[in-house]
């Protein structure tokens, strides 16, 4: 096996360990930051959930933010129509649908950045993974071709 195909396995390798290891550690990340929050889905409305059972996975982030969604469009169905609720036609924190509406946002935004986010975190283990397994069949075939030619007797000339 040539130095090169061993420094290109190891180095690819390398990569994918690295790649798993940032991506898990970005996704605990983001379960914890979401737990630390506290938010379950029985305190959004769902009935029938554990209200000790906190979001902290892409599924249950999804779901409650489309629930958080539906909640916010029966305060407004658009922006626009929130604004149609003011004097000023502008946004006003002292109209409590106004300020209903702003926190419901927020967190519906925060909610789906956590799916955004677990879902990168997931496509980063899984590339990682496929390098390791590439790393590793690179390996094996220069594993292979190292001791086929050495089978091989060198052509006479």
């Known amino acids: 096996m040539s130095r090169l195909s061993r420094l290109i396995s190891i180095a690819v390798i390398g990569l994918g360990i690295a790649f ?8 605990n990340y983001i379960k914890r930051s979401m737990q630390e929050e506290q938010v379950s ?13 906190l979001i902290d996975s ?3 982030a ?3 933010g489309d629930l958080v969604k539906e909640h916010r469009h029966r305060i407004a169905a658009t922006y626009a129509d929130l604004m149609t609720m003011s004097p000023s036609g ?11 509406y702003a926190q419901a946002l927020n967190l519906e935004n ?3 950045l956590g799916v955004a986010g677990l879902g990168l975190t997931t496509i980063t283990i899984i ?3 496929f390098m390791i397994v590439t790393g590793l069949a690179l390996s094996l075939i220069g594993f292979a ?6 089978k091989v007797p060198a052509a006479q000339v």
């Not at 798993?20 to 996704?27: D, F, I, L, P, Y």
């Not at 502008?90 to 209903?100: E, V």
């Not at 071709?145 to 050495?150: L, T």
């Open 127 to 129: 590339s990682g993974v």
């Open 145 to 150: 071709v190292w001791r086929v030619a050495r």
């Open 90 to 100: 502008r946004y006003d924190p002292t109209i409590p649908a106004h300020l209903s």
């Open 41 to 53: 889905l029985a305190a959004l409305g769902i009935e029938g959930v554990d209200s000790t059972n």
């Open 110 to 112: 925060y909610l789906y």
């Open 58 to 60: 892409a599924a249950e």
């Open 20 to 27: 798993v290891v940032e991506g898990q550690s970005k996704a």
């Open 62 to 64: 999804q779901k409650a």
